[in-house]
């Protein structure tokens, strides 16, 4: 099965900026990010397609930028402009489709897992 390693959470200021990497034992259809804070639901952040077609939750857009690396089999998601809303465990996560177009779907694997702590 497919294996996914996050990296690059941290703390930072409201403002600030974070770069999340993802690398995977090998390349899937669709992968992306999801985030979940305690006691609220698992939100999807944004999301890749093979050919890079990309979506992205609409409390993200315009801050945050999604892209990969299809010959190093490398996600990345480029968080600019943070606000302490976007708090969060964030997780990579490999699919074999999308929902509607934005999420990844038929997910074959999840990440353990990185956090951001957005401080105001």
């Known amino acids: 099965q497919v294996q996914l390693v996050e990296s690059g959470g941290g703390s930072v200021q409201a403002g600030g900026s974070l770069r999340l990497s993802c690398g995977a034992s090998?390349?899937?259809?669709?992968m992306g990010w999801f985030r979940q804070d305690p006691g609220k639901e698992l939100e999807g952040v944004a999301a890749?397609?093979?050919?890079?077609?990309?979506s992205y939750a609409d409390s993200v857009k315009g801050r945050f930028t999604i892209s990969r690396d299809n010959a190093k089999n490398t996600l990345y998601l480029q968080m600019n402009t943070l606000k302490p809303e976007d708090t969060a465990m964030y997780y990579c996560?490999?699919?074999?489709?999308?929902?509607?177009?934005?999420?990844?779907?038929?997910?074959?694997?999840w990440g353990q897992g990185t956090q951001v702590t957005v401080s105001s």
């Open positions: 890749i397609s093979r050919d890079k077609v990309t």
């Open positions: 090998y390349s899937t259809y669709c």
């Open positions: 996560a490999a699919g074999a489709g999308r929902r509607g177009g934005g999420e990844c779907s038929n997910l074959v694997a």
